[in-house]
């Protein structure tokens, strides 16, 4: 018995959401299944990135995408392995991450920060519905499985939310950071959902602090990158706060710290070019300009 279609059309969680969940065409399609390394794959498109970790009794997932893609992710799921979906993390609590919960069997173990339980719990598209809503949460770290099938979540503090999970494949070296880490432009912070552009780079410094051998990082929107290109991310989010900090008390504006940031070695993090995929979220400087603007209004 499958988890049942969503009978309430997803709405926003804030409101740049709204404007997401008015325009889910903009995302691009579902993509092919990818290898990332030996038993990883990801599949891109229709919202965040799902992750696909094939271990010895079945399929761990990370995120879900837009409603309506559950079959979707299953048919390339089973392009490569004939085991089942046996557990779902969802590294937050976002639409076009929690999307397609509801489309696996109720014997599937849903897994998230105990924060982004508390923010699904309070969504009207996902509160109703308890097949999309978490069997289990964690606190500040979790083990799922054991050996090579061992899969590690962590929470290190406020970031793009207030219940941002990273999960870690330490057999194979990889980490799926959500939408903490979604381009190569300064992410969206969701601040009414607990994220703060303050905490963000005191939680990417935790992660790097805590977190050791990974080489692979799939970002939230973004192609499978580096770990040298999340430490080249975390620097450019420190660089952010610091430059807007400093402004803000030289009684300079949010457009001059944002040119500031410019003239930094992170120029290309500031860029008047779309992020790539998903052009209606506007440019690297606009995206920065959002978060400087948060600062400025840090109490």
Sequence with gaps: ??????????????????????????????????????????????GGNTAVFVTRRGVVLVDTKLTGNGQGILDRVASVTDLPVITVINTHSHFD??????????????????????AMAKDPAVKDIPAAMPDRTFKDRLTIGQGPDRV????????HTGGDAF????SVRAMHAGDVYPWKAAPFVDDANGGSPVALPDTLDALLKTVRDVDSVIPGHMAVTTWAGLVEFTQFNRQLLTTARAARAAGRTVDQAVEELRSTR??????????????????????????????????
Aim: aromatic share 10%.
């Design 1 to 46: 018995m499958t988890r049942g279609i969503m009978a309430v059309v997803l709405v926003a969680l804030t409101a740049v959401g709204a404007v997401l969940a008015q325009q889910p065409q903009q995302f691009e399609p579902i993509g092919p299944i990818q290898k990332v390394r030996n038993n990883l794959f990801v599949i891109p498109g229709q």
């Design 97 to 118: 991450h929690v999307g397609s919960n509801e489309a696996f069997p109720a014997t599937v173990d849903v897994v998230t920060h105990e924060n982004t339980r508390t």
């Design 152 to 159: 590690e979540l962590y929470y290190f503090g406020a970031s």
């Design 167 to 170: 999960v870690v494949f330490p």
């Design 266 to 299: 992170f120029a290309d993090y500031v860029s008047d070019a779309p992020i790539p995929g998903l052009e209606f979220l506007g440019t690297g400087r606009e995206r920065a300009r959002l978060n400087v603007e948060l600062v400025f209004k840090e109490k």
